[in-house]
């Protein structure tokens, strides 16, 4: 049967020689994946600038649907979420206060280093049954995450963090 190409942005595989490989390589379906692949890794402020330079789809205005879909050359974003970009590109999505450079007193976001010194510090002293500042005090062990591995997409469950207000425990009394 002979050695069989598999194209990894395609999802498609076939009959393994030069013709048939340089004419996949060259296809505009196989352009459109490879491009469609490497947008998802772009970072917030070249997209933003991509979606300023286009004008809106009027058919997505009017239908919200659009034939061409991804491939449209007219921007299919709302006003909300390209705020939204605004807010990523400009680094700060309002969890914490971006750094100024030359400002005292200015919040930076804290490193991992820095968290996992911080949490050590607090379970130390939960441990211990020692007093905790009102500075440590006011977050629960967990919930000051540094934003980067809030904004991880499709967390399992078990590893997003608890709720602000914590877990709900109802006790069951009866089984069966």
């Known amino acids: 049967m002979g050695k069989r190409y598999y194209c ?3 999802d498609r595989s076939f009959q393994d020689n030069m013709h048939n490989r340089k004419k996949h390589l060259n296809g505009v379906q196989h ?15 070249a997209i933003l600038t991509d979606e300023q330079t286009k004008k809106p789809c009027r058919k997505f205005l009017q239908t919200g649907q659009c034939v061409f ?6 921007s299919h974003m709302t006003e909300r979420e390209i705020e939204h970009l605004k807010r990523l590109a400009a680094g700060s999505d309002g969890r914490y206060p971006k750094a100024a450079s030359g400002r005292r007193g200015a919040v930076s976001e804290p490193s991992v280093g820095e968290w996992l010194a911080r949490r050590e510090k607090r379970r130390a002293a939960l441990g211990s049954g020692s007093v ?4 440590e005090d006011e977050k629960p062990l967990g919930l000051d995450l540094p934003h980067h591995f809030l904004s991880i997409p499709d967390l399992p469950p ?5 709720p602000p207000s914590g877990w709900t425990t109802t006790l069951q009394s009866q089984w069966g």
């Open 158 to 162: 078990s590893l997003m963090p608890p």
């Open 69 to 74: 879909g991804t491939n449209c050359r007219f």
């Open 132 to 135: 905790l500042s009102d500075e």
């Open 8 to 10: 990894d942005y395609c």
């Open 31 to 45: 352009h459109r994946a490879k491009k469609a692949w490497f947008d998802n890794f772009r970072d917030a402020a």
